[in-house]
């Protein structure tokens, strides 16, 4: 549906709005460019009353969705609480499987 030049453009640094960390919203989305030019991080969170949902595709093509069933209010725990937490143990995993894996667990 989208090609590689409408997602580069989607995701494409804008002049203005770059948080002083580095990240920047990008069409829907939040962009964070990846040390060493590698490649970048994006993800969209939200939230209504009762939820809250993280989505999350990594410059090595990781992706994952946390859902919650409830919502952050006042000083209890965000999204922002559990994504380093994701990030370091999709890190410690030396080798993922090559193959899809649904039928042997669906």
Sequence with gaps: MLTAA??????????????????????GWMVRPVTGGTGMNTWHDGSLAGTSTLLVRRY???????????RQE??????????????????AVKT???????STYF
């Design 60 to 70: 090595d093509g990781l992706a994952w969705a946390v859902l919650f069933d409830q």
């Design 74 to 91: 006042g000083s209890a725990p965000s999204h922002s609480d559990i994504d380093p937490a994701l990030h370091t143990a999709a890190n």
């Design 6 to 27: 409408s997602i580069e453009q989607a995701f494409a640094k804008p002049e203005t709005g770059v948080n002083s960390n580095g990240w920047y919203y990008g069409c």
């Design 96 to 102: 993922w499987p090559t193959g899809d894996l649904t």
